[in-house]
């Protein structure tokens, strides 16, 4: 017990535990660190697990009848027909992601950048993380030919690598892979027998659709586990649900009969009256795709909004067409950074914005990235609102960004950028 | 992915499923293989977990601070006072019990009999198992002679044993291990330098209480973690909540800081709404101690009444002290199983139960026991009644033998025993 932990705390987790604190405090802080959706629950969705407090029982491991064919329907209307035999629930689908890989077993090609925890997970199951970079503007998909040779060096070096994780849309770049590199990319895994495990957690909040986004489920169905859940999509994060499609093939039957096991010795089953309202939510009837529509459009106002301010500031920023993530890159200011403020990569941004300015963001060494590049993730996701009175109002409103407490928060990242680059930044 | 998966599917959870199949097949089963309570969950309870049901935010990591303090509370009045700091809640005790075995490292120690999961979690955490007897009665302590002779065997042989899990109340054998036990396990693990990971999930479930059930904390307070939830002692298994206390040491700050990277590698936090249920039943008002009070009553008239069963075809039965199991040894019956039914182990005697009488138990196989001895274990916990109503009847009923549902299971159990023993069996 002894020497550093299995594993680094989450980063998103522990960012936000830090700001929390802070804030208790007095302070004003901005929480841009995390990616937790500071939305209210839609009443009706909060009312079916209120119903449903009664249901005591374990259930299916993979989860109730009912959650798995409302899921399959749910991939269903996005043309990935859904076999609700081949349906996994859980508690999250942070821990689903971590059960197949445990699941598949050998080693885990993960993008780079990428979410904070699939290194850490592959590490826990006792797997080499065999990390990946992604092309500009393609973040979450491994760059297909360097796919390929890395994965020959790594079974070279005596690795064993069996799958490829894919983030569509992306955390932490909000970019969404094009069709071209999610097909080459599903090709490449098939030539090298991989298995395509595709974090789609994100899918209901693209709100540029100018490039379709597309699973890499349609290019190698027989090879591709797609994962989802509400916490995004419907900002239920702390209800801890979420749902795994497994290919209908060989590979997906035999991958079944080693993930549900899996999850009988590690969870059991997800929470049964979570279950009742997940199920009912999958269903998407008018009330809850109209409410992911509003928090997608809330999402997108804010986003540009801020994007505008960092590019405006001279940071670089692939297109940000989804999530509420941005990923800019202040290498174009090095010089100035270095010299006015001692700041000389994401570490020493995070503390800049973190210390004077009360804002909380991450380095891009969090995603994965060698070698503390000038770049941060922000998450426009809190900056919507104190309470649910004020966030029900930006959901609704014609313009959140009139919204005073919308605003002031702009202006307070917009002082921040000034500072950091000792002109006004105003936005696009 | 082709060969048998990394673990078996949990033996419980599984026999639970086949068996509800047969149920909605219109068989009249008994399900007594899972260790499911079939009681409904207190009004009171029901709804703080509807009143909570905004509640959409992770919140920290190990848990809410008002969970972990009432946690604290509820492990003080055991006489265990606890430092809210040092208490990490999770998605049921189950998930928190892998976590440990992650952020302890090292092969662990498992009771056999024991828990269908230790072992299986062990594998999975890519740990060996070192299985270590218990002495009769003493059912879910390892023998702690036993336990040096194993631990100095798996160290000579190059295995890293860190830590032994104990369960207190037993699964399977429904016994306590006696003070002495306990204490003699607790100055073992010290001299072997092992951290107990206590399993105390059934603690409120002793309903006799003629030799106290004393926890290795009180022992061995520099080394134990104790976990729980409220799966047993309140019936809520589909809502998913446990809590552990960890060591008030540095071995148990240590583990602090390993434990909760882990957690939020793998489950992020325990779903929120049920946090703040959890969190007033830990703090155990009238309504709570009453609701468990009237369980555990429940569980031993039952209990007792299977048990007299068991012993009056003949089998042995160590002196069942608590929980809803019993272990019955059907050895003494050898010659005639044999003979009359082709039944040599506890494989064909599940198989006799459940393929004649609709009766689910598991065999001692699936707690680890070596040989297939013709040795079972039976729940009484899916006994109590079809549905909520006769459930919260049998809960109130000043003698719940007498209830016709009741008594109806009692009958069939007993003619299960009458064939296969040849007579007449009516319990002592």
């Given at each position: 017990m002894t020497g550093a932990p299995p594993v680094p705390m989450s980063a998103t987790l522990a960012a936000d535990e830090v700001l929390a604190r802070r804030r208790r405090a007095g302070e004003q802080v901005l929480p841009m660190a995390g990616g937790e959706i500071g939305l209210p629950v839609l009443p009706a969705l909060r009312r079916r697990l209120a119903a449903a407090a009664g249901l005591n029982a374990y259930g299916p491991v993979p989860g109730s009848h009912a959650l798995r064919?409302?899921?399959?329907?749910?991939?269903?209307?996005?043309?990935?027909?859904?076999?609700?035999?081949?349906?996994?629930?859980g508690p999250g689908s942070k821990p689903l992601l971590f059960a197949l890989l445990l699941a598949i077993g050998g080693d885990v090609v993960v993008p780079v950048p990428g979410w904070v925890s699939y290194a850490a997970q592959a590490r826990l199951a006792g797997a080499h993380p065999v990390p990946v970079a992604t092309a500009p503007g393609q973040g979450g998909v491994?760059?297909?030919?360097r796919l390929r040779t890395a994965v020959a060096a790594a079974r070279a070096a005596g690795r064993d690598p069996r799958c490829v994780v894919v983030t569509l849309p992306d955390n932490p770049t909000g970019t969404v892979a094009s069709p071209g590199t999610v097909r080459r990319l599903a090709d490449a895994a098939r030539e090298l027998d991989l298995v395509i495990v595709s974090d789609e957690i994100y899918c209901d909040l693209v709100w540029d659709t100018s490039v379709p986004a597309e699973s890499p489920a349609r290019h190698a169905p027989e090879r591709t586990v797609v994962t989802t859940g509400l916490t995004k999509n419907l900002a239920v994060g702390g209800w801890r649900t979420g749902v795994a499609r497994l290919p209908d093939?060989?590979?997906g039957r035999s991958l079944h009969g080693r993930l549900v096991p899996v999850a009988s010795q590690i969870w059991s089953s997800p929470p049964a009256p979570v279950q009742a309202a997940a199920a009912y939510a999958f269903g998407e009837p008018p009330e809850i795709a109209a409410h992911v529509a509003a928090c997608r459009a809330l999402h997108e106002r804010v986003v540009r909004a801020v994007a505008g301010r960092f590019t405006g500031a001279g940071a670089?920023?692939?297109?940000?067409?989804a999530t509420c993530y941005l990923y800019p890159d202040f290498g174009p200011l090095r010089d100035r950074l270095a010299h006015t403020h001692d700041v000389h990569g994401g570490e020493g941004?995070?503390?800049?914005?973190?210390?004077?300015?009360g804002i909380g963001v991450l380095p891009a060494g969090a995603f994965g990235e060698?070698?503390?590049?000038?770049r941060i993730r922000a998450a426009t996701s809190r900056l919507y609102g104190e309470d649910d009175e004020q966030r029900t109002t930006a959901l609704a409103a014609p313009d959140p960004l009139e919204l005073p407490w919308i605003r002031r928060n702009l202006e307070q990242i917009g002082a921040a950028l000034a500072d950091l680059t000792g002109s006004p930044v105003t936005g696009s």
């Open positions: 064919a409302s899921a399959a329907g749910y991939w269903g209307r996005r043309g990935l027909g859904t076999d609700p035999g081949l349906v996994v629930a491994p760059d297909p030919e093939s060989d590979t670089d920023l692939a297109p940000v067409r941004l995070v503390r800049f914005l973190g210390e004077r300015h060698p070698g503390d590049p000038l």
